[in-house]
Each structure stands twice: as C-alpha cells, then as structure tokens.
C-alpha cells in the first residue's frame, strides 16, 4: 500500500484495499471477540508478533485466540528474544494444527504474582515425536534443513535467568508454558 500511495497510484490502491485488506478486516470483525483481549497487552512489539501470529492462523482457518484477562505493561525479558520465542512457538504451533482435523490455537497471558505466564496450545497429532527429541538440533517432523526453530528456543530461553519453558501434551492438546519471572 505505501508504494501506492508513495507514486500517488489511487486507483490501484483503491483496488488494492478493496480486494485484498478489506476482506481481511470483515473477517476481524467476526472473529473480533478472539482477539479483543489484545488490548490489555501494552508492549507493542509483543502485540504486533502474537496479534500477527494469530492472524495468520485465522487465515489458515485454524479457529486462533488470544486471551488476556489483565494488563501486561513489563515482562522482564529482552523484547527481541521473547519475540523470537513467541514467533517459533507459533510458527510450529500453527503448522501442527493444520496437520489436525479440527485445528486451534490458543495463546494466553496470565499475570501472577512474580511471573507472567505465556500459555501457547494448539492441537495435535495422536502420535506425535516424544517430546524430549523436539528440542534437539538437527530433529524435524518436517523434512531436512527445517530443524532449527526449537533448538533455538531452548537455546534462548536457557540464555535467560528468569525464563522458564515447560512443553507436554494433555487432552488432545501441545502445550508450551513459557514463564518469565519478575
């Protein structure tokens, strides 16, 4: 849109926006209430990766959403590392639930006392790797030269003090639990 409106080219931006993000904001309105939490999260960066994240799920027709109950103004974690966690978590997330007959995706932001709990799930195969070689450089479900996002999540969340992940399936479902501590 912005070379559109840089070379003054109305016509095509007007065709643009009608064709391509006019359907996508009448679908948000529809799933609105899915994301309508979005707004107690205060630090932009991390809105802008879940919210976009999500987004794309929707468009993927995996029945995505958000949830947070209370306002998240701090997280005491490097925004760039917990973008990249969140983005890996959601990315692998996203491609497990398209692999499902009825695919979700779920991401909530708990704020307790001490700790803000990120609680990603999405559903999943019955049988599915064990759980302890998803973390292992060089291990995919996906094919070869694709098997580096969750080493490298392991390998950031290990470079941070107060960052927990814990991941295990329950109830049909993949959960990964990522726990940032005051």
Do not use: W
């Not at 292992?136 to 927990?164: P, Y």
């Amino acid at each position: 849109m912005s070379e559109y409106i840089h070379t003054k080219d109305i016509e095509n931006l007007d065709i643009y926006f009608t064709n391509k993000i006019l359907p996508i904001s009448q679908g948000m309105q529809s799933d609105n209430y899915k994301l309508g939490t979005l707004q107690n999260i205060k630090i932009q960066e991390v809105k802008g990766i879940l919210s976009s994240k999500i987004l794309r799920a929707q468009e993927l027709n995996i029945d995505g959403v958000i949830e947070v109950v209370e306002p998240i103004e701090i997280l005491n974690m490097d925004s760039i590392k917990l973008c990249r966690c969140q983005g890996i978590i959601l990315d692998n997330a996203t491609e497990e639930a398209l692999q499902c007959e009825d695919p979700t995706l779920r991401v909530a932001l708990i704020k307790r006392e001490g700790t803000v709990l990120i609680v990603t799930t999405n559903s999943c195969r019955p049988n599915g790797p064990e759980l302890y070689k998803i973390y292992e450089k060089g291990f995919s479900t996906k094919g070869k030269n694709r098997c580096l996002g969750l080493s490298n999540l392991k390998e950031i969340v290990s470079q941070c003090s107060n960052v927990t992940l814990d991941t295990y399936i329950k109830d049909g479902l993949f959960v990964q639990e990522l726990e940032i501590f005051e």
